[in-house]
């Protein structure tokens, strides 16, 4: 089993775990190895901590490593399977309605428009403005396979 510190394009840290750095090197060029936090793809392996523990219920949890609040992911592609499945849910439950997101969501806070779950783009500004407005609003990063029509 291998660890590595991996890095995406916005610097998030996380851990991915494989069988062997052929592995890695697989996942990585086949773009199965994503960033959890944004769902990037532009990965890079950070050289190897120094001190890393390996076991699971480790009792220094108050290590200073530990406490950097690194995310460890003990399986990236059931990870990966789970963060797909949201997505999915999401897409099929949802009203694609694209730029205009913070129009209809006022629309239908304000019942104008009928009451149903809508994706879209919004601006951090159009996000912040919604929810003063007492419109609740999450961002979730759609992996690029779901966000292509579904088969
Ligand atoms: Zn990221």
Same mark, same amino acid.
């Given at each position: 089993?291998? /660890?590595? !510190? ?13 069988? %062997? ?21 532009a990965?890079?392996?950070? $050289?190897a ?5 390996? %076991?699971?219920d480790s009792?220094?949890?108050?290590? $200073? ?6 995310? *460890?992911?003990? !399986?990236? &592609?059931?990870?990966?399977a +789970? ?7 999401? /897409?099929? !439950?949802?009203?694609? *309605? ?22 879209? *783009? +919004? %601006? %951090? +500004?159009?996000?912040?403005?919604l ?5 609740? /609003?999450? &961002? ?5 396979? /779901?966000? &292509?029509?579904l088969?």
């Amino acid at each position: 089993m291998k /660890v590595f !510190n991996l890095c995406c394009r916005d610097e998030h840290r996380f851990e991915g775990w494989f069988g %062997s750095s052929e592995e890695y090197d697989t996942q990585l060029a086949s773009g199965l190895l994503l960033c959890p936090i944004c769902g990037s793809d532009a990965i890079r392996k950070l $050289p190897a901590a120094p001190h890393l523990s390996l %076991s699971k219920d480790s009792s220094d949890a108050s290590s $200073p490593d530990n406490a950097q609040g690194a995310e *460890v992911i003990a !399986n990236p &592609s059931q990870a990966q399977a +789970a963060w797909l499945r949201i997505a999915r849910h999401i /897409v099929e !439950n949802t009203d694609d *309605v694209g730029e205009g997101f913070a129009e209809e969501a006022r629309r239908i806070h304000y019942q104008e428009a009928p009451t149903r779950g809508i994706r879209g *783009v +919004a %601006s %951090s +500004a159009d996000r912040s403005e919604l929810e003063e407005e007492g419109i609740e /609003v999450f &961002s979730f990063p759609l992996p690029k396979a /779901v966000k &292509s029509p579904l088969q």
